[in-house]
């Protein structure tokens, strides 16, 4: 019974890690085609973990992480987005910018129209 928590602990760090990295790359890719899509430069290529939470959803408790990125409208300055994840599906993507259009863009799919 001893050596059993021990490799819990082990086996859901491991999880944790997997998990944190797929959503890394999710948030990424997100962002490339964001900054792509309004002609933006998505700078560094990369995203960085601002806050971690949890959140319950219709399909349980899931991790919710929020990322932040820089981008580059002209390619001189650098301004400020975000990207909300729970689990590895997108709440919220924001180029943080003051008009209501880009704002915030939802990049969820509509559901087919029966």
Avoid at 10 to 36: H, N, P, Q, V, Y
Avoid at 40 to 66: A, M, P, Y
Wanted: hydrophobic fraction near 40%; charge should be neutral; glycine fraction near 10%.
């Amino acid at each position: 019974m001893s050596t059993i928590a021990p490799l819990l602990i082990i086996g859901l760090l491991i999880w944790f890690w997997l998990d944190s990295a797929r959503a890394r790359e999710i948030a990424t890719g997100i962002c490339k085609a964001g900054c792509d899509q309004r002609n933006l430069q998505f700078l560094d290529q990369t995203v960085s973990l601002q806050r971690l939470g949890l959140r319950w959803t219709r399909q349980g408790i899931r991790i919710r992480r929020l990322f932040q990125f820089d981008y580059s409208e002209e390619g001189m300055g650098r301004q400020d987005g975000h990207v909300i994840l729970v689990g590895i599906q997108l709440e919220e993507f924001s180029l943080g910018l003051p008009s209501g259009e880009n704002k915030v863009v939802s990049f969820r799919q509509k559901p087919p129209e029966e």
